[in-house]
């Protein structure tokens, strides 16, 4: 898995690390993809090519990626769905009600 090169061992284990796109789809809109996102976005119409490109990041859970879109867009703080609970597998938090993704296993609801 080319995505484990450079990160110190144990970094992340079996959470499969995701690119999010961000884009500025119009003066007062922005938008967030990962790659199908972004390919079924174009292919509906909902992204244009006159969208401009702001920045891409990689993150562990869909709530690790709103956060920094939040950051970076100057939003409010992201509250992700629900309440955090401990993964079953390795203790990590995540959000069930949320995206259900743990950071270290992955997919889990
Ligand atoms: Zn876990």
Redesign the pocket.
């Known amino acids: 898995m080319s995505w484990l090169s450079g990160r110190p061992a144990g970094y992340i284990t079996l959470a499969l690390i995701v690119k999010y796109r961000a884009f500025r789809a119009s003066p007062s809109h922005t938008v967030m993809y990962t790659a199908p996102g972004e390919a079924r976005a174009r292919s509906t119409g909902q992204l244009t090519a006159s969208a401009e490109f702001l920045w891409e990041i990689e993150a562990a859970t869909l709530e690790e990626a709103n956060a920094i879109y939040h950051l970076r867009m100057g939003f409010e703080p992201f509250i992700p769905n629900g309440n955090p609970e401990q993964?079953p597998?390795?203790?990590?938090w995540?959000y069930p009600e949320g995206s259900g993704e743990?950071w270290?296993?992955g997919k889990?609801c």
């Open positions: 993964c597998n390795c203790a990590a995540f743990c270290r296993c889990l």
